[in-house]
């Protein structure tokens, strides 16, 4: 045992056991860890989790920005009824399809 390299192999050789041993106990708790609960229910809990924060986050925002919210509401709905409120509009006027108050004129007589 007094030859230096076969002591540092037999160190090396302990630490590669030691390493090897750490790495083999962590892939055992993953595959016990996966039996308990699989990928796709993994997936889904972080999906449901992350909606629940954008909704949080989303409402917090909401609460704090009354108006804005408010504002931005009415003008999806005004959008949305564009053709109505428009039609409303021109028969509140009295303005025809094209959107002119003129009448049409007759064609000249020949």
Do not use: C
Not at 53 to 75: M, N, P, Y
Request: hydrophobic letters at 40%.
């Amino acid at each position: 045992m007094n030859d230096p390299g076969l002591a540092r192999l037999i160190q090396y050789r302990a630490l590669r056991d030691e390493a090897w041993a750490v790495v083999r106990h962590d892939i055992d708790r993953l595959q016990g860890d996966l039996e308990l609960q699989g990928i796709g229910e993994r997936i889904k809990d972080r999906a449901a989790e992350e909606a629940q924060e954008a909704w949080d986050q989303a409402r917090d925002i909401a609460s704090e920005h009354k108006g804005v919210v408010a504002g931005t509401f009415l003008a999806l709905v005004a959008w949305l009824l564009r053709g109505p409120i428009g039609d409303a509009l021109s028969a509140l006027f009295g303005r025809d399809e094209e959107g002119d108050d003129e009448p049409e004129a007759e064609p000249p007589a020949d």
